[in-house]
């Protein structure tokens, strides 16, 4: 099972664009790459989805350099209700294993 | 919101007793998860049910439990809880033929072990 790693936290200022990292160095070629946000006592929310290259949806945007030993979210402008948890994921929907993920902190 | 509903929403329970958890799944999908995630950690996988069946576990003593039924929806069940079972727990459903589609997560259930 591929590990990821990933900044324990970030801090980041409204209307900036932050862009978090993982690691995953033993991905299996079969691995998709997913995040997923999470806000306090709550389940964790599908943000987006790559294998390779580029993926774009209306809320961020996924690098992944042609290796896909790492990926970076990228969130555009972000928002103080960006706040929460952010969590990279290798595999696939049938073998979601979380890391301890990155703590976003958005201020004013 | 997503069509995956879990409940009850919050439990108490004593030292030793048992509980049981239910999960309904997002309409169309086949395949539930079952995660506890412990305050300020990542949700860690219990296990996954597939038409019916385990198909997957985690690093979990087998107090920990579950059920799929006919119409996909899942129970998980916990005997001779411990303290250090309290956490918040979260079910995923997923469509399991087609690998990289979205799970879609409840709003969890927040067990404490008093």
């Known amino acids: 099972l591929a590990k990821t790693t990933q900044p324990i936290s970030m801090d980041s200022y409204e209307g900036q664009e932050v862009n978090i990292t993982c690691s995953h160095n033993n991905i299996a070629t079969n691995d998709y790459i997913t995040w997923y946000q999470q806000f306090p006592s709550q389940g964790p929310r599908f943000i987006i989805q790559?294998?390779?290259t580029k993926v774009t949806n209306e809320v961020a945007s996924l690098f992944i350099p042609a290796d896909r030993k790492s990926s970076t979210l990228s969130l555009p402008r972000v928002s103080l209700s960006d706040t929460a948890v952010y969590y990279c994921?290798?595999?696939?929907?049938?073998?979601?294993?979380f890391g301890a993920g990155t703590r976003l902190t958005v201020k004013p | 919101e997503t069509g995956v509903t879990q409940s009850p929403t919050h439990l108490i329970k004593t030292r030793g007793q048992q509980v049981t958890l239910r999960c309904s799944s997002q309409?169309?999908?086949?395949?539930v998860s079952w995660y506890q995630q412990a305050l300020g950690q990542g949700p860690q996988f219990i296990f996954q049910?597939?038409?019916?069946?385990?198909?997957g576990r985690g690093n979990f003593p087998p107090r920990f439990s579950g059920l799929q039924f006919p119409n996909y929806s899942s129970e998980l069940n916990v005997n001779a809880l411990e303290l250090d079972d309290s956490a918040l727990y979260l079910c995923a459903s997923s469509f399991r033929e087609v690998v990289n589609t979205e799970a879609f997560f409840g709003q969890g259930t927040r067990l404490t072990v008093v």
């Open positions: 309409s169309g999908h086949n395949t």
């Open positions: 049910y597939y038409r019916e069946e385990e198909n």
């Open positions: 994921l290798v595999g696939g929907n049938n073998d979601m294993r």
């Open positions: 790559g294998y390779k």
